[in-house]
């Protein structure tokens, strides 16, 4: 009986050990709220990036919350507005300084860099749901994690589409088709064009113009002007809202004669067609595949994709923006499968949960899955995700259909002169 006494303790205690140093937290290592940075441009010229990311971001809070939150404890955010790299920098010390263990944002690469590094300096965690920029994870920082596909994945798929779908489209062929690239002049467009460039020139392909212009310019009537001068078949653009428009409406304007063009971000965005009108038809972005067919999903992924597509119709009165959606997107990963794993608001243990998480493609809204590489992985990339993919998306009669890859699409190309 004695014996049988002293094996009971032996296990009991042997159990709590196991919960205090591994598996899930122990309930006094529970938040009661799980506090997250919420770093954005909320304000300036890039302030729909950030409003519309955390638009999304917050219906992923909404949504986890009326479930009960994560481990019985809800989600809130501490936002911080952030416009410029000082900025971003500033607000990431200071939100650490408080105490704050993840900071989700910025969805801007010349924001991205330089929070990520502040925040590498004071171990915590920055969870990125879709700045692009190559850099951010190629650092061999442990604390970095970006959710959407880096800015290599952007231009290779702006690329491969081009060559395999738009240039057959229009008649052409590889060796007889001309194209062109434009680009801002920040962090994103000098990173995106180096990847753009390079992946033409693995096709056996010299741009006939690569044209670098301030996304802040007042006109772009001269780098029309250039195009018209290089007549390409097709153009690469690498944009943000307000240059994207200025430069169709001045195209229109000056006759530029192609059409074919295929953008990113400012093309993607809802608001381009009502500011360009019917001349943005058969114009494309490489785009998250927010427009995939749902029938396409398992059905418990159409399911979450239906539920956060009304609920931000119900709100915002339109469907949800290729901004919104990553942001959706990278928050309903973090709290559904990285956070619970994790147990605790510490940032060592949301680390190890992340590298830990294995989730299969298909799973999510987007028709992703989950799985980070570690720091300092081969390949050159640590803390992104592996397993989400770029669309095409197309505009038809003044809607984005999405229209390449294939396995997902929605609808077909047509061919735009």
Known sequence: MKQHRKLTWLLVGALGATLAIGGPAAAQERPKEWKIGALFPFSGPLAFLGQETFRGASIAAEMINEQGGILGAPVVFERADATTPAQARSEAERLANSGIQVVFGTNSSGLSLPASQALERAKVIFWEPASSVEELTTRGYRYTFRTAPPGSEWGKAMVDFTVDQLI???GKTKQSAKIAIKYEDGAFGNSLNKVLTDQLKSHGLTPVLDEQYSGRAPDLSSVVLKMKEAK???ILSVDYANDAVLFTRQAKELGLPTRAVVGWVGMALPKFYPDVGPYANGMMSV???VGLSPEKLSPAARKLRE????????????????????GFESAWMLFKYVL?????????????????????VGTTALGWGLKFTPP?????????NTRAFIGISQWQDGKQVLVWPNNVSAGKLVRVD
């Open 340 to 360: 619970p794993r994790a147990g605790k608001l510490d940032a060592e243990a949301i680390r190890k949960a992340a590298l830990e998480v294995d989730v299969p």
């Open 168 to 170: 057959p489209a229009q």
């Open 287 to 289: 785009d998250l595949p």
């Open 232 to 234: 390409p078949d097709v």
């Open 376 to 384: 300092n992985a081969s390949g050159g990339h640590g803390g992104q």
């Open 307 to 326: 539920e956060f597509h009304d609920r931000y119709r119900k709100t915002y009165g339109a469907p949800p923006s290729s901004i919104a959606a990553p």
